[in-house]
């Protein structure tokens, strides 16, 4: 189908009420939409919306103890920005980890997520610092808001519970208490313009050799991205003697569901869960 | 029939006006429409940076970007860096560094350089490679190229 009508609103309820027309495309910072659009892999529909001047999407605020960051920031301003450095820093690693200088200063935030890829660079660390999604939708009149915890917002490779009405606005992460640590490990064959063979997330509040609300999340190995429910439960609370680290890299091994592709064997997948949740904790337990 | 666009936009400091199918990249906007082809069609999916713009003060592939978000913004090519101060020495650096091989990523390369050094003054020479990470050269001239770059940002090749 051709695109029949373009628009690039100015407010957003006026995007939610292009969009809640249905069949439509949404735009945000185009690095995906535009090669996989020229490839054939997505076919515009009926109407293109371009988000870039909804306000209400852009900024990153703290309120309180939630910092809201704004679904339409780049990944260059995550990367650098002061409130993301000093309370998310795994966050901003990943960032640093995507593509190019050139892609990072067009990508979205939002649309990492909203693509839903199980290798998407800021999942990982987003689901360990319990990062909750923000939908919008303009049903009957009036905007309406609903919050999604990114754990549950994923529900297969590229497929996500927000409805076609629903536009993701923003993402809600909980400043973390103070003893926070958080890593993040990517692995590709190259630094840059790379899509990850693997990717962890590892976050908690340490105290002496324990982690306590311990977070664990992998990218790539499985359908979405995912938390580690029984490695987390393996790791909560647990001293972190090389011989507990062994046995919880082991959990995150048997956990992990990862398929063969051209980047990488299931079982070099799995391999790679086990040596770097390894060497992660241990890093995290001599820090 | 695609649905049509004319849109208004900065080109390399001029107010300029296209008409655009809403599909069309910004970099087939730049060569075939506004008709200015320094800046370079290679792999179409954001991967070799050989068609870098600077938007609004941020360098991007022009080959991602839709041609109808130009619409109210900046954009500067490897055309507009002729009278830039710092494009032309990166210009003269290149020459002087022998940084230019087929020449097919140079104006990539040196707009890129430029929005990088714009923000990293006195980038060291790991700095710029990561600056141009996103730059493919297929020649693989590199160590020329982060050499000429390096002369720029003051440091010894």
């Known amino acids: 189908m051709a695109v029949e009508e373009y628009w690039a609103p100015t407010a957003l309820p006026a995007a939610l009420e292009h969009l809640s027309a249905g069949e439509v495309t949404i735009l945000a910072g ?19 919306l371009n988000l870039r001047r909804v306000p209400e999407l852009h900024g990153i605020e703290r309120d309180g103890a939630v910092v809201r960051v ?33 892609l990072r200063n067009a990508a979205t935030v939002g649309g990492n997520v909203c693509n839903a890829s199980p290798a998407g660079d800021t ?25 999604v915890p990114l754990a549950e917002f994923f529900v297969g490779p590229g497929r996500t519970v927000r409805a076609p009405g629903e536009l993701l606005t923003a993402l809600w992460l909980p400043v973390p208490p103070a003893g926070f640590v958080g890593r993040f490990f990517k692995f590709g064959t190259r630094p840059a313009l790379d899509i990850a063979a693997i990717a962890i997330a590892i976050g908690g509040v340490r105290a002496g050799r324990t982690l306590t609300a311990a977070r664990v999340a992998y990218g790539a190995v499985a359908p979405v ?24 890299a082991g959990v995150a091994r048997d956990e992990v569901r990862p398929i063969d592709d051209v980047r990488a064997s299931a079982w070099y997948r799995r391999e790679l869960v086990f040596n770097m949740t390894k060497r992660m904790l241990d890093d995290v337990a001599q820090a | 029939m695609s649905l049509k666009r004319e849109i208004s936009f900065v080109l390399n400091g001029v107010r300029t006006r296209a008409t655009v199918p809403v599909e069309m990249s ?20 954001g991967e070799c940076g050989a068609c870098t713009v600077i938007v609004d003060g941020k360098s991007v592939c022009s080959c991602l970007m839709f041609a109808v978000d130009c619409e109210d913004r900046e954009l500067t090519t490897i055309e507009g860096l002729v009278r830039d101060p710092l494009g032309e020495k990166l210009e003269q650096a290149f020459v002087e560094c022998g940084a230019v091989q087929c020449g097919f990523c140079t104006p990539g390369m040196i707009v890129q350089a430029k929005n990088w050094l714009e923000a990293h003054p006195h980038a060291s020479r ?17 160590v020329k190229i982060v050499d000429a770059i390096a002369a720029v940002a003051g440091r010894e090749p």
């Open chain 1, 30 to 48: 185009g690095t995906d939409l535009m090669p996989q659009s020229h490839a054939g892999r997505v076919t515009l529909k009926r109407g293109l």
């Open chain 1, 70 to 102: 704004g679904a339409l920031c780049t990944i260059g301003e995550l990367m650098v920005d002061p409130l993301v450095r000093a309370h998310f820093g795994l966050l901003a690693e990943a960032c640093d980890h995507f593509a190019s200088d050139q």
């Open chain 1, 123 to 147: 999942l990982p660390p987003l689901l360990v610092l319990d990062a909750e999604a923000e939908l919008a939708s303009k049903p009957n009149g009036s905007v309406e808001t609903r919050r």
């Open chain 1, 225 to 248: 991205p995912m938390r580690a429910r029984a490695t987390e439960r393996a790791l909560e609370g647990t001293p972190l003697d090389a011989a507990a680290i062994a046995r919880i």
């Open chain 2, 26 to 45: 910004a970099l087939a906007m730049l060569r075939e429409v506004v008709g200015l082809t320094g800046t370079k069609y290679a792999c179409g999916e």
């Open chain 2, 126 to 142: 790991a700095e710029i490679e990561r600056g141009i990470e996103g730059n493919l050269c297929r020649c693989t001239g590199y």
